[in-house]
């Protein structure tokens, strides 16, 4: 029965792209088509996976719907779900409209309901007129809610112009705060002797992107300077802001407080640190993260090279601070100057 609901409804495409994750014939799965709350938590028992026809862009309250699915799993049970994202959305009105109809229709939808639905100050006259559907969002906001509710992700793919996944249950979902749409953006970044600090940027990414940095990892390699390649969690506007170095302004704020200096390693998250050998993790202990990192100075193109580069950094500098900062800062400034050195 499952199997002729998910044909009629999403086609056999789909049905197929389901199938090689859950059996759709076995039992305790469940298949729905809905949007509300009360749907899922009205499912009885504990199920190996959920199976949801219904575009994740309907759903209001979208954090308290994954994890009531979270709830309803098994452990390492999977929950499969689609989406129409910013970038399937914009192919669909400009394949519907003729092209200046397109580009106009378009902006206006996206002020409305991707920048009016994010805004303290517009976001309930949003959901007032909506009703919270028919929300615009990105490839990186949809995956990043599912792992911030608990999951891991497993695949996903585009079946006509529709985007879907497959997340397998990792985890309850802890009590955490919800992150924030501001411009302002706060980071967890490890300084001097492991001590966790708040790190400050401007946004240069979609909400909740920072939950899919392993994911990212898994599945791109890295580019020259150490960035994630072809890295989908990055605006275009961000793009431009990393350019330029707008996004690190807000960084001067922990130089003030004294949790970086002028010249140093770059404050990492956990999951970069990870990356790096034990040794360099050692050393990194007894320095203070700074904001111009030896990577302008030596110009590194691996990871490798990025981790040489800091090892000899941190030993000159423990020999001689001052003179080591002022080289590697006058280095720093010549490439970014005069050899195109940027933030990607």
Not at 130 to 140: E, S
Not at 175 to 201: A, Q, W
Request: glycine share 6%; proline share 3%.
């Amino acid at each position: 029965m499952n199997k002729e609901i998910i044909i009629r409804e999403q086609g056999e495409k789909a049905y197929n792209y389901i199938e090689k994750f859950l059996s759709i014939e076995k039992n305790n799965l469940e298949v729905v088509k809905t949007t509300k709350l009360f749907n899922i938590l009205k499912i009885s028992g504990k199920k190996r996976g959920i199976v949801n026809l219904n575009k994740i862009n309907d759903i209001k309250k979208m954090n308290e719907f994954f994890k009531s699915v979270n709830e309803k799993l098994e452990d390492d049970g999977i929950f499969i779900g689609c989406v129409e994202t910013k970038v399937e959305r914009r192919k669909r009105l400009f394949k519907k409209y003729p092209i200046g109809i397109a580009q106009i229709y378009y902006l206006f939808d996206f002020i409305f309901k991707r920048v009016f639905s994010k805004l303290w100050i517009t976001k309930w006259f949003y959901f007032f007129v909506t009703a919270g559907r028919n929300q615009v969002l990105t490839k990186a906001e949809s995956l990043g809610r599912l792992v911030y509710c608990g999951f891991e992700i497993v695949d996903e793919c585009e079946i006509d112009n529709v985007n879907y996944f497959v997340v397998r249950k990792v985890k309850v979902v802890e009590d955490v705060k919800e992150p924030r749409f501001s411009i302002l953006f706060k980071m967890n970044r490890i300084g001097k002797n492991n001590k966790l600090i708040t790190v400050y940027k401007i946004r240069t990414m979609h909400p909740y992107a920072e939950y899919l940095q392993g994911y990212v990892y898994k599945m791109s390699n890295l580019q020259k300077g150490g960035k994630f390649k072809n890295d989908f969690r990055i605006t275009t506007w961000g793009k431009i802001l990393r350019r330029l170095w707008i996004d690190e302004i807000p960084m001067l704020f922990n130089l003030f407080k004294g949790q970086l200096k002028f010249v140093g390693v770059r404050p990492l998250s956990k999951h970069y640190l990870s990356l790096y050998s034990n040794e360099l993790k050692e050393k990194r202990k007894g320095v203070k993260p700074g904001l111009v990192p030896p990577f302008y100075a030596d110009l590194p193109s691996t990871l490798d090279e990025i981790m040489e580069s800091e090892i000899r950094y941190i030993n000159a500098y423990k020999e001689h601070p001052f003179v080591t900062d002022l080289k590697y800062f006058f280095k720093a400034s010549a490439n970014i100057l005069f050899n195109s050195a940027r933030s990607n």
